[in-house]
């Protein structure tokens, strides 16, 4: 904050070290007598406009200690979710897509959850690999209310596999269309604490202590430590990664192992 500290450093940082400047922009202000990122600063609004468009412009305002972008000190609230996966299989049955999209719910309901929000509509589609257009196309969106407004995750796999049997073409316990892509989308999201009253309440509501402990144990022991039954267990449908780089950063099972 020491304005002569400030000079001090900014006259000995070079140009093109300066965030936000190129090596063509860089050329150009050299190119002005412009080396230093106070020289930066000093340089006259207009010419930094048309040297590097706005852009260059906004930098230069900053430098001089003026605040071109907003801080948001509170987070604006969310105003839609969606969770979406890549098929690492064609989903060509019910069972197999149902699976997906309870898995996909599960874990919308869990981000909804950690953000404290609950959900009015739910969105499930599905669709075929387009890129493929001599096999059988279609694709299917069906969108549900969701009575009174939840996060729980019963509700939303319940919701969202109802909407994708009504999406489905073909027999539902025999071979559809060779789906490859499907998710869930969640709208019209509120404060758990501003989730309007319905006059006539669910005969049976559902418990929170569930998904509190569902949460707790997946937290604890890793996520898919337990699952709905409904989701399956055999990953017909998860997506295939067998040519993924190791995730050295946030897998401490993959880290390199060095033996002497």
Not at 77 to 94: D, E, L, N
Request: glycine share 8%.
């Amino acid at each position: 904050m020491n304005p002569q500290v400030r000079d001090y450093v900014m006259d000995r940082i070079p140009i093109g070290e300066i965030w936000g400047v190129g090596p063509a922009t860089e050329a150009k202000l050299i190119a002005q007598g412009v080396r230093t990122a106070a020289a930066l600063r000093d340089l006259p609004m207009a010419l930094s406009r048309k040297i590097g468009t706005v852009v260059l412009e906004r930098l230069v305002a900053e430098l001089r200690g003026i605040a071109c972008i907003d801080f948001e000190d509170v987070p604006p609230q969310r105003k839609g979710m969606a969770v979406t996966r890549s098929s690492g299989t064609p989903m060509t049955t019910f069972d197999v897509l149902a699976q997906a999209v309870t898995a996909h719910a599960t874990r919308a309901a869990e981000k909804l959850r950690q953000h404290g929000l609950v959900a009015g509509t739910l969105t499930v589609f599905f669709h075929t690999n387009p890129h493929k257009p001599d096999r059988p196309q279609h694709s299917a969106s069906r969108s549900v209310r969701l009575r009174p407004m939840s996060n729980h995750t019963f509700d939303l796999v319940d919701a969202a596999v109802s909407a994708a049997r009504r999406g489905w073409r073909g027999d539902p316990s025999g071979n559809g269309c060779g789906y490859t892509k499907a998710g869930v989308i969640l709208d019209d999201l509120l404060p758990e604490a501003d989730r309007p009253a319905m006059l006539f309440q669910p005969a049976r509501p559902r418990d929170a202590r569930l998904t509190d402990a569902l949460d707790a144990i997946n937290d604890r022991f890793g996520k898919k430590t337990m699952v709905l039954a409904r989701e399956g267990f055999a990953g017909e449908w998860r997506l295939r990664a067998d040519h993924r780089s190791p995730r050295y950063t946030t897998r401490i099972s993959e880290l390199p192992t060095v033996r002497v």
